[in-house]
């Protein structure tokens, strides 16, 4: 007799008795698992035997940090758990990447690695190391699984810690003997204690009337909107604060698509490579409200300049964050929807539209140096295939996956994001390798949406490999190569901090176009404005992988920039007469 679940798939009934491997598998089903990303070996072979009993659709990646990108990116395109899988030894420490990924970026995956027997464990056995000692500071949580009874109740406990406050990687480390014990099966017995946050409502009335005072006195209020928006499902309420409060609204990179670009009220991002006027906002503001975000350094620029004249609000799940890096006057600690939900009912509208105007004011000429207004050259410029891209895309659904580097910021500044999870990017551990394997995990969650990989020519070489999984799986993705022949945003730094060596940072690629058709894929090289669009328009009609090698000004930079150390506001902006001879001229 079986039990059905919430999501309709039949679990073997309570006191069935099962091998730790079915155990692993029926739980996932539990959870609702459908999609795993993995890769086989001797200490998880047991689970993989069994594996073919379950509703459980298994992607075969070609490198374990695939696996973990793909979770990872599956938790972001969709909101749930992503699962990766892998054996022991170097299994397992190939998730370290992805696992240090998820955590900076506060991202739900569950991994599972085998182990070796537990008789033998410490022994130095064969692909035996310390996954648990190795992941300890880059998971929220991990488990060291020996007993074939602890099987239900660690990898319950996983998805609840994974997903429940803020959220991060988890993984379950199995020993083989415990998989291939058998054991009494009971979902339900195996729930673990409802997840408590540190965090439960330590948001006071008198707090709210200290936010809600500091809110009517400014003159000069900023929010700040953070991945948290995202995480929290508040894109409502953060947008009927800043329309009653006429708040203009700045975004980290992690929060880009928490509010619609095309909102009157949203200035665009902030920090390192944000828009001047942005940062000019922030560094002139009387208030700063923080939606959801942590003060990353990429954001503050120097903090004894940051903000010199503003109060502070913070709203935020996790208390470590508070006043971490900025010294914050006011603290709602929570989730934010609630909390917003708490404090509208007594915010003011407001009337005077001053402080709006004047921020407006400070776009002055920055449009002018913007790119995409410099008479046409003859030179692509990755910013033209951003917008270009952005023009095509704009009236679906897309979700744009963004490697590590300077086209990751050309993505951010050119591609208008109006939707949450419309922007799946590396924001804390800025991991090259990202892209490719996360858009996979993206387009397995989300079939029905259209995934673009933006990945330079650097980063996409460190998972290419990933290709073949696309061809295996059939998977309907469109990738573009931001081609500039450098690692570019190093050969940035070395311009303009390091005298223009540029060590180590020139590359050669292999021909993008010739590789993809290895794998079986569909591809094009493009070099001219001109024949942008139409490749992009190639690769959302043909079904099935695209690679679009775009070869784009090989020596442009991201501007503006905020070098480390600098105030928000000094920033290094675009020559008046950028690129008069570069190394792409005949
Ligand atoms: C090359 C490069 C350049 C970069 N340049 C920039 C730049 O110019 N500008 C920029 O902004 N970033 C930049 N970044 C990214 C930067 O490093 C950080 O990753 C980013 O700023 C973090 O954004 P965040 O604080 O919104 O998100 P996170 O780091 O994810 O933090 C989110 C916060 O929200 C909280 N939270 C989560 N869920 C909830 C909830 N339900 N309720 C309340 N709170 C919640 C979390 O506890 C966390 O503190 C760059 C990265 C790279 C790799
Ligand atoms: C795994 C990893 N190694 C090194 C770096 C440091 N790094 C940051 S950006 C960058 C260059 C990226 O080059 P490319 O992928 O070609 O993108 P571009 O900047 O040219 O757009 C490097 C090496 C990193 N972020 N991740
Ligand atoms: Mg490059």
């Not at 970026?105 to 000692?133: M, R």
């Not at 704009?394 to 591609?415: K, L, S």
């Not at 190093?490 to 390091?498: G, K, P, T």
Request: proline share 6%.
């Amino acid at each position: 007799m079986k039990k059905a679940t919430s999501n309709n798939i039949k679990l073997p009934s309570a006191g069935t008795r099962l091998s730790g491997a079915e155990i692993i598998w029926a739980t996932l089903v539990g959870e609702g698992v459908r999609d795993v990303f993995g890769y086989p070996g001797g200490a998880i072979l047991p689970a993989y035997d069994a594996l073919r009993k379950f509703p459980v659709r298994h992607i075969l990646v070609r490198h374990e940090q695939g696996a973990t990108h793909m979770a990872d990116g599956y938790a972001r395109a969709s909101g749930r758990a992503g699962v990766a899988i892998a054996t022991s030894g170097p299994g397992a420490t190939n998730m370290v990447t992805g696992l240090a990924t998820a955590m900076l970026d506060s991202i739900p995956i569950v991994c599972i690695t085998g182990q070796v027997s537990s008789k033998v464990l410490g022994t130095d056995a064969f692909q035996e190391v310390d996954t648990t000692g190795i992941t300890l500071p880059i998971t929220k949580h991990n488990y060291l699984v020996t007993k074939v009874e602890d099987i239900a109740p660690s990898l319950r406990e996983a998805f609840a810690i994974a997903q429940g406050g803020r959220p991060g990687p988890v993984l379950v480390d199995i020993t083989k003997d415990a998989q291939q014990s058998l054991a009494v099966f009971d979902f339900l017995a195996a729930a673990p204690p409802p997840y408590r946050s540190c965090a439960t409502s330590q948001v006071t009335d008198e707090l709210i009337r200290d936010a809600v005072e500091m809110l009517s006195q400014a003159r000069r209020p900023v929010i700040l909107a953070g991945h948290g928006i995202i995480r929290s499902g508040a894109t409502v309420e953060v947008l009927e604060l800043a329309e009653r409060a006429r708040i203009p609204i700045a975004c980290t990179l992690l929060g880009l698509g928490s509010v619609p670009a095309s909102h009157p009220l949203n200035l665009g991002m902030m920090g390192m490579h944000g828009e001047s006027w942005v940062n000019e906002a922030i560094q002139q503001a009387d208030l700063l409200l923080a939606l959801g975000m942590r003060f990353d350094d990429r954001v503050t620029g120097a903090l004894a300049t940051y903000a010199p004249q503003a109060r502070k609000i913070h709203i935020e799940l996790d208390p470590a964050e508070i006043s971490k890096n900025v010294k914050v006057d006011v603290a709602l600690i929570g989730d934010l929807r609630a909390v917003l939900r708490a404090l509208l009912p007594a915010v003011h509208q407001r009337d005077d539209p001053a402080w709006v105007d004047r921020v407006k004011a400070l776009k002055g000429t920055a449009a002018v140096r913007d790119i995409q207004n410099l008479p046409d050259t003859g030179h692509l410029y990755a910013a033209h295939v951003m917008h270009d891209l952005w023009r095509q895309t704009r009236d679906g659904d897309a979700v744009i996956v963004t490697d590590v580097g300077q086209h990751q910021m050309w993505e951010a500044q050119y591609y208008k994001h109006e939707h949450p999870r419309s922007l799946l990017t590396s924001g804390g551990l800025g991991t090259m390798g990202f892209a490719l394997p996360a858009a996979i995990g993206a387009k397995v969650a989300c079939p029905e949406k259209e995934v673009w990989v933006v990945a330079g020519d650097g980063g996409f070489q460190m998972t290419s490999p990933e290709l073949a999984t696309v061809m295996q799986e059939r998977l309907d993705l469109n990738i573009a190569i931001i081609n500039n022949g450098y690692l570019g945003m190093v050969r940035q730094w070395q311009e303009f901090f390091y005298e223009k060596n540029y060590a180590a940072t020139p590359l050669l690629s292999p021909n993008f176009v010739r590789l993809a058709q290895a794998y079986g894929l569909e591809a094009k090289s493009v070099r001219k404005r001109t024949e942008v669009i139409p490749a992009i328009r190639a690769a959302q009609q043909h079904k099935g992988g695209f690679v679009i090698d775009f070869q784009v000004e090989q020596e442009d930079s991201v501007y503006p920039m905020v070098p480390t150390g600098a105030a928000l506001h000094e920033m290094i902006r675009r020559p008046d007469n950028p690129l008069v001879e570069t190394a792409m001229d005949p």
